[in-house]
């Protein structure tokens, strides 16, 4: 199979986001792989004339052809909005159209409509507004797919920092970092790094939870009785280095040596990935029977319609994807 007959699924996200924005900078170029982009047909039209951008939609169906992207024109695949859509002002009413985007993308990945799914940003917020409890794609993905536990990794070119919890108030963390939670964190890291991307023994920095990794249990006992006994039972399946006091595995020497690094929780890793590579960095769902990749940044309401919003974090999605996808076996 050719780069050019691999199909992405690109879903738009929030409509009154940066997502309309940004998939229609990505279309002015050309790209390997052909794309198939969810959303309404009217906010793509109204986000293009707001933007100055000329853009040629031809609306797809399950079934049409799929050619390569063509600078200048978007497949799309229409799903109508409920209300209409006002850059920047968020609609809760709009919510359902978010998620059957993504219930779309997601099915159609595993039936094998679609090789690869990326996605734009959604606002949590506002889906939870609707009345729809929902925390983040990862979460969504992990449970419509069926997938045992799935690890959210952040990758630019420098760094790959993956997350042991997600999107989960900081007062539950230290209860959440389970044995049995870091082991199967852990087992799909492992797995991923070796299989998608090619590491046959991947250097993992793992950070402590507390400050200074606990200082031998002054402050703080989930490095001793958690991390450490769980780390050991990894050692032979991969070159695992910590429990280390996170403000020190974030140094360059220790980055140097590190294929990724596990962070304990969203807000530890991810500030030192975003202040290294933010705008060029990639979002990949691990552990999922399907390619999810995301773009690094949120719906950036400020930005909608104003043509300020940049693409560069959703060619790098749809690079890693459409890369993933070409080494892929999820037979
Ligand atoms: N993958 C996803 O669906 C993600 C969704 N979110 C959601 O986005 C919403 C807003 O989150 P914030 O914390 O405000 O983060 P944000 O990333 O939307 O915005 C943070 C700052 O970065 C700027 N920015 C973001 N993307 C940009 C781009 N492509 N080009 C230029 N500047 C850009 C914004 O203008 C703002 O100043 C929240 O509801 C959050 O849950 C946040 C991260 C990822
Ligand atoms: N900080 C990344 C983020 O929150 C995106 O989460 P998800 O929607 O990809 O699960």
């Not at 399950?62 to 992207?69: F, S």
């Not at 690094?261 to 990935?273: I, K, S």
């Amino acid at each position: 199979m050719t780069n050019s007959t691999k199909r992405l699924v690109i879903t738009s996200g929030e409509p009154a986001g940066i997502g309309p924005d940004i998939i229609l900078k990505a279309a002015k170029n050309n790209h390997m792989a052909s794309w198939i982009v969810l959303g309404d047909q009217s906010v793509f039209i109204a986000r293009a004339e707001l933007l100055k951008i000329k853009i040629h939609i031809e609306l797809w169906m399950p079934g049409d052809p799929t050619p390569a992207h063509k600078a200048g024109v978007l497949l799309l695949y229409h799903v109508p909005v409920k209300n209409e859509v006002i850059p920047g002002k968020l609609d809760s009413e709009n919510s359902e159209y978010v998620l059957e985007l993504l219930k779309i993308a997601t099915d159609g990945c595993v039936d094998n409509t679609f090789d690869a799914m990326v996605t734009a940003p959604v606002h949590k917020g506002v889906i939870c507004e609707s009345g729809v409890p929902f925390s983040g794609h990862t979460e969504f993905l992990e449970e419509r797919t069926g997938a045992d536990k799935v690890v959210m990794m952040l990758a630019c070119t420098k760094l790959k920092v993956a997350l042991v919890t997600t999107h989960l108030p900081l007062k539950d963390v230290a209860a959440a970092i389970t044995p049995e939670l870091l082991s199967e964190i852990l087992a799909t890291l492992i797995q991923s790094l070796k299989q998608q991307f090619g590491l046959k023994n991947p250097t993992i920095l793992v950070a402590g939870l507390n400050p200074h990794a606990g200082e031998s249990g002054h402050m703080g006992m989930e490095e001793i009785e958690v991390i450490e006994p769980t780390l050991k039972t990894f050692k032979t399946q991969a070159n695992i280095i910590g429990p280390l006091p996170a403000d020190t595995l974030f140094t360059p020497p220790y980055l140097e040596k590190a294929d990724a690094v596990l962070a304990m929780y969203h807000d530890q890793g991810l500030p030192v990935l975003k202040c290294i590579g933010f705008g060029e960095s990639v979002n990949i769902t691990l552990g999922l029977p399907i390619i999810r990749t995301s773009v690094d940044h949120g719906t950036a309401l400020d930005l909608a319609g104003t043509g300020q919003a940049k693409e560069r974090s959703l060619i790098c999605a749809i690079k890693w994807a459409l890369q993933m996808s070409q080494k892929a076996n999820y037979a």
